[in-house]
């Protein structure tokens, strides 16, 4: 399969789809971003890989950040995650709080904000600074010293984060959450303005695509069982709730940021990153999304 074709094609065959989503500006340091950057990698365990567009370009990776410390927690504390967070679809919003009091603070996944509140909670009782192991694990699995903060991007988001702050007083109240909330909310929106290109994406993903062991970075980055469950819970819960269309274009795990990016998983075979910031009324790369359905429509490489 000649990879870099097809990117090279893909790129060009989503130009139509511009303007058509809109950039997201809640956060309001997101807001300028330009509209039209495109990027898009391959990774592939031999180590080769293809790229094209704004491939090379860091970006907000925003709730892409949920997948790898839910790795880190699953790492550290094993099947003990699922007591303080579920892996059922939320049908709802990544930052609705409608189900969880009636769920009585428990959500319904790690990759819904409230889920990921309650994750990093967990990550921040272990001794030691947690927005240096969240970076340190970034640039280890992206092989990428340089993968770093955005600052404004992180104070803009501090300064704009009352539905998060409220989601996690809620949780704190039927004793979910367990940290200091400000200290939680500044480490939450620390992982989501870390920056990475697609390029990095690709990389820091393939464990998912290997089973764990990660011939490129000669490590076991996580258990093939970790891997395979991951791989579920992004299949059912990554693109939030369009994550059924999701899976009836594309058929692959991924999980999507409101930076634009989103990080898919060919299992066994392969790990993709695309980026392109304007969105759909799910928040999910409305281009992106185009970009990999043509992906494993040309590739075949639908896990259906
Ligand atoms: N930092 C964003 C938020 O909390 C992440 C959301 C996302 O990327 N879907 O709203």
Redesign the pocket.
Known sequence: MDYQAVLDYIAEAVTPKFGKGRV?D??PALGSVPAGKFGMAVQLPDGSAFKTGDADEPF???????LFVLQLVMSHFGDMVWTRVGKEPSGDR??SMIKLEMEHGVPRNP???PG?LATLDLLMSLKGDTKHRIQNYLRFLAMNESVSVNETVMRS?LEH?N??RAMAHLMKGYDNIHMDVDALLET??F???MEMSVADLALAGLPLATGGHSPVHDASVLSVSQAKRINAVMLTCGM?DSVGSFAYRVGIPAK????GGILAIVPGKMSVAVWSPELDAF??SYVGTAALELFTSLTHTSIF
Do not use: H, M, R, W
């Open positions: 997201a809640y956060i907000s990776i925003q709730s892409i950040s949920k990544f930052n990759f819904i904000n990921a988001e984060a539905l998060n939450y929106c992982q989501c303005a939030y999507s940021g409101v930076g928040g999910n």
